[in-house]
């Protein structure tokens, strides 16, 4: 528990981000229920059509709901201009707000239904207009119901949105999502409290305004609003920064290694005078198209997973060909610029442990084919869609009796449990070696090639100050030494940070 503390009082930004994300969704969330709400209760079908659709969004998972404004964001930046943000704070608003709306339009449009007839019949008995009705009569008697939603939307918010990392908006997400990918279990639990705190805190509050609504306490109303409010403030203040031009966002993807070469990055740009902020935790997609629309400054990509996935390339022209396309493809279709290879290959490899491997006479993912139907496969979250995957099964005709999904630390654990007897293992990951296991062979060269490499937004072509801080990493690491980096964040033991390890890392190349 001591390790924890620290932690903890480090959160300061990150829980900032948070209270602002959460309060503006349910700002936002509130501004729609309730007008909603109003209308809803003079039409029984609006209230059919709106309760409906609040009760479908509820039904969408958070995460899910989070990816899917990137897409819709993007779209519309055809309509909007370059200007309109994909990735942060904007998508994550726009998905936690709707994820607020079904318990604050229910409660309103509830409250409406079950008051007391006599008590609005006397309202339009003494003349009262409908604005009048609604003002002195039904918005004091609902108050207190409306705020039991704003409540219940407020706790759910508040946890949802630590899954707005994902979508590179900074929030406590990120020591929950680093420490799950890393196994820092301190981190997990310093994100996890904080989190629950701030829940309880607001719930406390809103707790004290929904009492001072039902017994008609004003102090009460006004005291949690200004405890609120303050918070919030405080929250905006902790976040203030001068614009800064020498500001560069680096995006990296959910997996130890990338968080390692991000920090290495920031690093040296630090050193070099600017300004460094990070987005983790991004699946390949998003990165991509993040740093391609100059939403992200900086990414660590994989030939293979550009050629596969945005090319949608199924040939192999071989490691040097292919990097060469891509250079001429990134600069053609979006602008980025291909920087340079780091050194190494992180390939998408089957692995089994080579007790059972040699146990079985497994040599190659072809020795593999006719033991499948009888074992579990475990991949990453994204790998069975990927068309990788797609084109090595169909290469060796592989029918596994049951695949799962697992996050790529977890795929590891999964394998020397029992869980899986193949998993789609990355060739650098320092685990292979230390926890005995055999990359099998791929004679039809199924799985293209993965050279490591760095990539600019388009903005940042030109930039040759940019260049300079990091063309001395280019060609500089090689497999062996990621691996130990790699190793030294993912092992049991004397664990290391991904910033620790950069450093690490930079030694020993020389950088």
């Not at 109303?221 to 919030?232: E, F, H, S, T």
């Not at 900086?298 to 997973?305: H, M, Q, R, V």
């Amino acid at each position: 528990m001591s390790d924890i503390w620290p932690i903890l009082l480090g959160l300061g930004d990150q829980l900032a981000a948070h209270v602002l994300l959460a309060a503006s969704a349910i700002a936002l969330g509130i501004a729609v229920a309730l007008p909603l709400a109003v209308w809803a209760s003079r039409s029984p079908p609006v209230a059919r059509v709106t309760l409906g659709f609040a009760s479908l969004v509820q039904t969408i998972p958070a995460l899910a709901l989070l990816a899917l404004f990137f897409p819709i964001l993007l779209s519309l930046r055809a309509v909007f201009g370059e200007g309109l943000p994909t990735l942060g704070f904007l998508p994550a608003l726009l998905a936690l707000a709707l994820y607020a709306l079904l318990p604050i339009l229910r409660n309103a449009v509830t409250a409406r239904e079950h008051m007391a007839a006599g008590v609005l019949e006397a309202a339009d008995g003494v003349g009262m207009t409908a604005w009048q009705k609604l003002r002195l009569v039904e918005a004091p008697l609902a108050a207190p119901y409306v705020m039991a939603g704003i409540r219940t939307a407020a706790v759910w918010t508040i946890g949802a949105a630590t899954l707005s990392t994902t979508i590179g908006q900074p929030s406590l997400g990120d020591p929950i999502f680093a420490g799950l990918q890393t196994q820092n279990w301190a981190l997990v639990l310093a994100g996890c409290l904080a989190s629950a705190g701030l829940a309880l805190v607001a719930d406390a509050l809103l707790g004290a305004v929904e009492r001072g609504f039902r017994e008609r306490r004003r102090w009460m109303v006004w005291g949690g609003l200004a405890v609120a409010v303050l918070g919030i403030a405080a929250s905006a203040w902790t976040l203030r920064a001068p614009a800064d031009d020498d500001t560069i966002v680096i995006g990296a993807k959910g997996f130890s290694e990338q968080y390692i070469l991000a920090q290495l990055i920031g690093q040296r740009l630090e050193d070099a005078g600017f300004t460094v902020e990070y987005r983790d935790g991004l699946g390949s997609a998003v990165v991509h198209n993040a740093v391609t629309t100059g939403a992200i400054d900086i990414s660590i990509d994989y030939t293979g997973t550009i050629w596969t996935n945005q090319m949608q390339r199924t040939d192999n022209p071989g490691r040097d060909a292919m990097y060469a396309e891509i250079v001429q493809w990134e600069r053609e279709t979006s602008g980025a610029h291909v920087l340079g290879r780091l050194g190494f290959e992180n390939a998408y490899g089957l692995a089994m442990r080579a007790d059972a491997a040699a146990a079985r006479g497994i040599e190659s993912i072809a020795d593999l084919a006719a033991a499948a139907p009888g074992m579990t496969i475990g991949g990453d979250p994204e790998f069975f869609e990927r068309p990788e995957w797609i084109a090595v099964r169909e290469a060796y005709g592989l029918r596994f009796g049951s695949t799962r999904n697992f996050s790529p630390t977890f795929m590891y654990n999964a394998l020397r449990s029992g869980e899986a007897d193949v998993i789609s293992a990355y060739t650098s990951d320092g685990r292979i070696a230390a926890d005995g296991l055999t990359i099998l062979a791929d004679p039809q060269g199924a799985f293209p090639a993965y050279d490591t490499f760095v990539l600019l937004a388009p903005e940042h072509a030109g930039n040759a100050r940019l260049k300079a801080a990091l063309e001395p990493l280019l060609g500089a690491i090689d497999v062996a030494t990621m691996r130990e980096a790699n190793l030294a964040v993912d092992r049991d033991e004397e664990k290391w940070t991904p910033a620790q390890a950069a450093r690490w890392l930079a030694g020993e190349i020389g950088r």
